[in-house]
């Protein structure tokens, strides 16, 4: 009965910059509503009734039995987050939302995201009203979604998400508000990764088909782990595409071909299969869930035997059916891993997540438009690379669809706007994997097998020689810089990119290293606005910040001194060389930090980084 028409966005707490008020509810006044009367906040927009739950999850009968309870009658000491959001919070229910729960998943692991969908501004202790809200990104906008803390229980369990903590509610309550959004519960069950990803990101999404060879797709995910993606997988069933969808910062990838095979190979040896929560839910021997979607976590390679393994990991929001094949949770595999190796990256706990070493694709991919029609997506991203022009745009829909509005989103690719983290920020390099850095005739891959000089490898010498005679040549002419990248400057950079540490460069480290310094070229053209040929320590600072990471007046000036001239005055080569090394440096840290706040070295790690790199 409280339920009044408020404006949106009225500029109080609980309302972030840009976001509009989902059913023209603020989270905020109506807090304030219910405070002020004693009232615990009931949703009259999505009520805890049938309705909201759907026709499609459960039978009548036992629709008819689901209880309402809130979290404070459900246990006496409940909160919305206890230390942390983790995916490993998450356990699927009888909803078909693995598509939500592992998009989710792999945005736990970023805290900026997590900022955006969780608002901090709400609890069970301080101005409690039964109220909670989360925010989504629908078709150009970020929504505020408002809900009751009433939730659906079945015989006294759980009937959709359930917290691993049963004092921790983050997770029923937000799956209550995506499910607010989309309609009902009934809708999360079965839909597309990709969507769930770009809802809780805003992240675009670019696809790319699979007549790649293997390591390119391995390279891909690797990349975009450690540039802050968000990643999942889906097995066949649910989402029947051969595809590879990227998105920015968001990654999906279909596992579909690889799983295929391995099903047959059941069915062909006639191996049992277990059936989880719904019919279509088929686990086979092996661990893997057919029609069920995954968090990709993390892409690696290890040492094995004598040759490298590439090895992905994986979530699975049912939070304990995992893969039992190869490199799996007590292989055999691992007996073969050298120690170090081993004791980084190897767990052995039955909570849903694994490390999956039999990855396959088959040379076929999926593209938008084929000779049957128009496949039916909620979004359709597209890649081109375009001379300069005039160019006409035409969204087509089938002709059976009725009229209806759409989004249309345009990026044009430059390296110093590719970022959500800072201005400057290094953007994903699997945005940048197929595009030619300046020109077709100096794409990287010419160059290198042009000063190569037909071997697989660079020396400093030919490092060198690239520097100045290609990447200087243009900048040199329009800037006038006087000197150009010097022996040393150029074995330190080569250093910092050799992962092998075998004084030598190949043609993946070196697309590395040609990758950022096309950037920073960008990036001292800019900030170079008086066409001077150097920064000063302003601009330094300004790149700096650009970029994400905060250093200190102390070492601002330190760096200075160690790149600039006697003037105090940098540059290019040596602002390249500044900027690579700290960003490499920053990127060390953090991977050997892991999830802590401090790292620790074997004498030979140190060395290695303080004498070579």
């Known amino acids: 009965m409280y339920q009044k028409k408020l404006g949106q966005n009225s500029g109080k707490i609980g309302n972030l910059p840009s976001s509009q008020n989902f059913k023209n509810q603020n989270f905020t006044e109506l807090r304030d509503y219910c405070l002020d009367r004693g009232l615990l906040f009931e949703d009259s927009t999505f009520p805890a009734q049938i309705s909201s739950i759907g026709p499609t999850v459960l039978s009548e009968d036992r629709l008819h039995q689901i209880e309402w309870l809130r979290p404070i009658v459900k246990q006496k000491n409940p909160f919305l987050i206890v230390d942390g959001v983790s995916r490993f919070d998450i356990c699927q229910g009888q909803v078909g939302d693995c598509w939500v729960l592992a998009a989710l998943g792999s945005v736990t692991r970023q805290q900026r995201f997590l900022d955006r969908i969780i608002p901090k501004d709400q609890g069970f202790k301080h101005n409690y009203a039964g109220i909670f809200h989360f925010q989504f990104w629908q078709f150009g906008n970020w929504v505020d979604v408002v809900i009751d803390d009433r939730l659906p229980f079945l015989n006294g369990q759980y009937v959709f998400v359930r917290p691993s903590d049963r004092n921790e509610f983050w997770p029923p309550l937000l799956e209550k508000a995506y499910a607010k ?3 009902s519960y009934s809708n999360l069950h079965w839909g597309y990764l990709s969507e769930a990803l770009v809802d809780f990101t805003g992240g675009v999404q670019l696809d790319f088909n699979l007549q790649r060879p293997q390591m390119f ?3 891909m995910l690797k990349t975009a782990a450690m540039s802050g993606s968000v990643m999942g997988c889906t097995t066949p069933g649910a989402v029947q595409s051969k595809n590879i969808a990227i998105f920015y910062p968001v990654l999906h990838i279909d596992f579909q071909s690889d799983l295929t095979l391995l099903n047959q190979k059941c069915r062909e040896e006639q191996k049992v299969v277990t059936v989880m929560n719904s019919p279509t839910n088929v686990v086979l021997e092996n661990g893997i869930v057919q029609g069920h979607a995954y968090t990709i976590v993390w892409a690696t390679e290890v040492p094995y035997r004598n040759e490298k393994k590439y090895i992905i990991r994986l979530w699975n929001p049912y939070g304990d059916t995992e893969w039992k094949g190869a490199w799996s949770d007590g292989s055999v595999e691992w007996d073969y891993v050298p120690k170090s190796y081993k004791e980084k990256l190897y767990e052995n706990r039955l909570d849903g997540e694994f490390w999956y070493g039999h990855y396959y694709v088959e040379p076929e991919g999926r593209t938008v438009l084929n000779r049957t ?13 375009l001379i300069p022009g005039t160019y006409i745009i035409i969204p087509t829909m089938s002709p059976e669809d009725p009229e209806s509005e759409f989004l249309l989103r345009i990026f044009l690719k430059k390296q110093n706007q590719n970022t959500l983290r800072g201005k400057y920020a290094e953007p994903s390099p ?5 595009a030619s850095m300046w020109n077709q005739d100096n794409s990287y891959e010419t160059v290198f097998l042009r000063y190569a000089n037909q071997s697989s490898q660079l020396n400093a010498f030919q490092l060198q020689r690239i520097l100045n005679e290609v990447v200087l040549k243009d900048l040199m002419a329009s800037l006038g810089n006087r000197d150009g990248f010097s022996f040393d400057s150029s074995k330190s950079l080569l250093a910092l990119m050799d992962t092998n540490a075998n004084g030598s460069l190949t043609l993946d480290e070196f697309g590395r290293l ?6 920073y070229k960008d990036i001292f053209r800019q900030e170079n606005e008086r066409n001077s040929g150097f ?3 302003s601009d330094l600072k300004r790149v700096i910040e650009g970029t994400g990471l905060l250093v200190d007046h102390k070492l ?3 760096m200075i001194v ?3 001239d006697p003037s105090m005055r940098l540059y290019f080569p040596d602002f390249a060389c500044c900027m690579i090394r700290l960003e490499t440096m920053a990127k060390v840290f953090h991977n050997l930090r892991g999830d802590g706040r401090k790292i620790s070295f074997t004498e030979d790690q140190w060395f290695t980084m303080i004498m070579y790199c």
Do not use: A, H, I, P
């Open 181 to 183: 959004l989309r309609g």
């Open 217 to 219: 797709l391995y390279e």
């Open 373 to 385: 029609g128009l496949m039916r997506t909620r979004d359709v991203s597209k890649q081109f690379k």
């Open 430 to 434: 699997v945005m940048t994997k197929d």
């Open 514 to 519: 040609w990758r950022d310094l096309n950037r």
């Open 535 to 537: 920064l000063d320590v």
């Open 556 to 558: 601002l000036r330190l």
């Open 562 to 564: 160690r790149y600039g």
